[in-house]
């Protein structure tokens, strides 16, 4: 059985940084790509970030540019999200997701398999 635990989710004062991790397990996975995504209370479920199986591709939600960073270790089937300069609008669930096709991120339609989130929580 497939699963995909987030973790390092927490409270963080504005302009502070967190790192979350996403560890896949369960499968062996090759050339997937890997990607975080988030829900805001009362909103709707956004793109936030995603990785090619390489690393050599990256896609990021323009909200999220020049502050966030993802990057994954294959040899440990996880993606990492790097989280700096946090503001409280980044206040969400972090769910990572894992697809074969890059691309699908940026709609977040029909992801192979979702995390059950980590809570950020960004305080002003």
């Known amino acids: 059985q497939v699963q995909l635990v987030e973790s390092g989710g927490g409270l963080v004062q504005a302009g502070g940084s967190l790192r979350l991790s996403c560890a896949v397990s369960?499968?062996?996975?090759?050339?997937?790509?890997m990607g975080w995504f988030r829900q805001a209370p009362g909103k709707e479920r956004e793109f936030v970030a995603a990785?090619?199986?390489?690393?050599?591709?990256?896609i990021y939600a323009d909200s999220v540019k020049g502050r966030f960073t993802i990057s994954r270790d294959n040899a440990k089937n996880t993606v990492y999200l790097q989280m700096n300069s946090l503001k409280p609008e980044d206040t969400a669930v972090y769910y990572c997701?894992?697809?074969?096709?890059?691309?699908?991120?940026?709609?977040?339609?029909?992801?192979?398999?979702w995390g059950k989130g980590t809570l950020v929580m960004v305080s002003s």
């Open positions: 997701a894992v697809d074969d096709v890059l691309s699908d991120f940026l709609e977040g339609l029909g992801m192979d398999y």
């Open positions: 369960g499968r062996t996975f090759s050339n997937y790509a």
């Open positions: 990785i090619s199986w390489s690393g050599g591709s990256t």
